[in-house]
């Protein structure tokens, strides 16, 4: 695996979206337990704020880069990925292609009431060898009882593979904090809202949108309401040039 990539802190690893997807396949194969977050420059400046945020997200054995915003900070720095922006909703669609017909079985968790289980169907229509061995939706308490109760029915169902999409940090903070009581889970994806698009109730944007990096821009016409989560993206932009010229000053360059 090449060298890390520090973009404000946080550690990527450059790879392309073949070899995170490979790097899984061996994990769910060999059964060493790998997580992979999939940060986006959200993420990255929620982590600049809330420092407690870096070492749960630098937990994670494979951390790519989801968002053209932190592709653009890697060039800022000087440390550029080779490969780009690698999208966790692929990365988790193509992990299923590779399992199918194979004996490894997955559990989805998290989305709206039913989500999980609409995105099973839609997944097992286009990849018919998938197994799956259970799901459930993300509106339980992540402490309790309640988080007891789901890491039990995720134990119990055999599955090696775990898609948890909570939402971030969310998602990440319960992979950090379960993952030692899910043993027999070999491979665990913070996917975000991921369920939405599989389940075809959130559509993608179109490829013109995503080639140009304005994914985001589609997303903010589709649901006006983020423009609070999307104030963040111009923040964390502008202050990762702050960071690099202070960096040069420092370093007396």
């Known amino acids: 695996m090449p060298e890390k990539i520090d973009i404000r802190g946080v550690k990527f690893d450059s790879v392309s ?31 600049i704020e809330h420092n407690e945020l870096y070492e749960i997200i630098n937990s994670a054995e ?3 880069p989801d968002g053209v915003g932190v592709i653009k900070a890697g060039r800022i720095l000087g440390t550029p990925f080779e490969h780009g922006k690698v999208a966790g909703i692929e990365v988790g669609e193509q992990l299923i292609a590779r399992l199918a017909d194979t004996d490894h079985t997955v559990y989805l968790l998290g989305g709206k009431p039913g989500i999980a289980e609409q995105a099973a169907e839609k997944l097992s229509e286009k990849y018919p060898g998938i197994k799956f061995a259970g ?10 009882e309640e988080n007891d109760a789901v890491i039990e029915a995720v134990n119990q169902s055999g599955a090696e593979i775990l898609f948890v999409c909570l939402g971030a940090p969310a998602q990440e903070k319960w992979i950090y904090e ?48 983020r423009i609070g989560r999307m104030m963040k993206l111009p923040k964390f932009y ?3 040039r702050q960071y690099k010229r202070r960096s040069k000053k420092s370093s007396g360059k």
Request: hydrophobic share 35%; proline share 4%.
């Open 178 to 225: 379960n993952r030692s009581r899910l043993p027999g889970i070999k491979v665990m994806l913070g996917l975000g809202g991921s369920l939405d698009g599989y389940s075809g109730n959130v559509k993608r944007a179109p490829k013109i949108f995503i080639n140009l990096g304005l994914e985001w821009f589609y997303r903010l016409l589709k649901e006006p309401k």
């Open 17 to 47: 979206l073949d070899t995170a997807v490979d790097t899984l396949v061996s994990a769910a194969e060999n059964g060493n337990q790998t997580a992979v977050f999939t940060p986006n420059s959200e993420i990255v400046q929620q982590c």
């Open 238 to 240: 502008f202050g990762t």
């Open 135 to 144: 799901c459930h939706d993300g509106y339980f308490n992540k402490t309790g």
């Open 62 to 64: 494979l951390v790519v």
